[in-house]
């Protein structure tokens, strides 16, 4: 992976801008602070995000840390990750990411929780543990294959083993006992 400026900082920005009002919306979102018409405008912004990257991945391929670096890459897989509503996109996004993994351009942690999305979107069960939902009963994990061998699946892309990931997100998302509704079920990522 390279440090050098990145290729395109133009599209970086705007990878970057997008993620970050996505990541923000879907705090509000996991919080139970968003009325009806907020939860339309955020799977607007999805799906215009959405369209973003697919330009982006049609002209440039995956916007790797050469052409967008380190934040705009992390960007551009927050985008796909988050983009549910296409899964057809998002298998694509999958493959394309994992090219510029095996180029040195991007980061197989990327790779994994978008592969887990993948499967989970489609109705499997998902390899490295990524995938969680969460609810008004906690945290649980989506359906996993081979769940005995998921720590040295998880060590084979860098992840640290599924406990520790699990408690990091039990850390970031506490169960809010204070809430006048339960929360939303909303799918949430574990490194």
């Not at 999305?117 to 995938?131: F, K, M, P």
């Not at 081979?146 to 084979?156: E, G, I, K, L």
């Not at 083993?161 to 699990?166: C, E, G, Q």
Request: some cysteine; overall charge neutral.
């Amino acid at each position: 992976m390279t440090t050098d400026e990145p290729q395109r900082p133009d599209l970086a920005r705007e990878l970057i801008a997008r993620a970050t009002e996505s990541a923000t919306h879907r705090a509000k979102r996991v919080r139970n602070q968003l009325d009806a018409v907020q939860l339309g405008q955020g799977r607007h912004t999805d799906h215009a995000n959405t369209s973003v990257l697919r330009r982006i991945l049609a002209e440039h391929d995956w916007p790797g840390h050469r052409l967008v670096g380190v934040s705009g890459a992390r960007a551009a897989w927050s985008i796909a990750l988050h983009s549910d509503h296409d899964y057809a996109f998002q298998r694509a996004a999958t493959t394309l990411l994992e090219r510029a993994v095996q180029a040195g351009d991007a980061l197989v942690q990327h790779w994994a929780h978008l592969h887990d999305r993948v499967l989970i979107t489609s109705g499997r069960a998902q390899e490295y543990g990524t995938q969680l939902l969460l609810s008004a009963d906690g945290i649980e994990l989506c359906p996993l294959r081979a769940p005995a061998s998921v720590d040295a699946r998880r060590a084979t892309v860098g992840l640290p083993p599924l406990a520790v990931a699990l408690m990091a997100v039990r850390r970031r998302y506490p169960p809010d006992s204070s809430a006048d509704e339960a929360p939303t079920v909303v799918l949430v990522g574990a490194a």
